[in-house]
């Protein structure tokens, strides 16, 4: 509980600070879900969303938190929203599992694209992108010698690992992390793996 407290108040901080700070409020609201405060996550994320609409993340994380409220329609309609956004970004797990919560729910489903993912080859140098959900050129080694740079290798397309590295250095800027802090290593990680589908 004193570490998700530490992080609620690291992340009210940054927002405070930044009222135009996507990062920090969407940090903060997936914070205050963690924690169970599902009445301050909700005014959270709904400020990151107001920043950008296309925060994939956001609308899922409100839909949970609106249904621990009780709040059943106001989450189905954040949650619709959410599934529009990340199928027209490509973020196809956001998306899937979003719209398992409808179905879940017993709520309509939107109509989505089909998905390109099925039945696609995949060639030498070549990898099906869990971001984009597409076949594109791979990686030619992993970013980091870990698992996490394994993973990345071998769900991501160049393309998108570019993309990931623009998002990591605002990340780093707008949050202010110093990464020789493994908590704030931590955090940088949980973004580019949210960014990535991973």
Not at 119 to 142: A, F, H, W
Not at 155 to 163: A, F, L, M, Q, V
Request: some cysteine.
């Amino acid at each position: 509980m004193a570490d998700s407290t530490a992080r609620i108040e690291q992340f009210k901080k940054m927002a405070e600070a930044d009222p135009g700070n996507e990062l920090g409020h969407f940090s903060l609201g997936r914070a205050y879900a963690d924690a169970g405060q599902h009445k301050d996550a909700v005014m959270s994320l709904e400020r990151a969303i107001e920043i950008n609409p296309n925060i994939a993340k956001a609308y899922q994380l409100m839909g949970t938190s609106l249904l621990a409220e009780g709040l059943r329609d106001p989450a189905i309609a954040r949650l619709t929203q959410g599934i529009k956004i990340a199928d027209a970004r490509g973020e196809m797990l956001p998306r899937n599992e979003m719209i398992q919560m409808l179905k879940d729910l017993g709520a309509a489903v939107p109509e989505i694209k089909q998905a390109a993912e099925v039945n696609q080859p995949v060639g030498t140098g070549e990898v099906l992108c869990k971001r984009c959900g597409q076949v594109n050129p791979k990686l030619s080694e992993p970013p980091f010698n870990s698992d996490f740079g394994r993973a990345i290798f071998a769900s991501t397309c160049t393309k998108c690992w570019r993309e990931a590295i623009g998002m990591g250095t605002k990340v780093i800027n707008e949050l202010r992390l110093p990464l020789s802090d493994p908590q704030a290593q931590k955090v940088w990680d949980q973004h580019i793996r949210e960014f990535l589908n991973l």
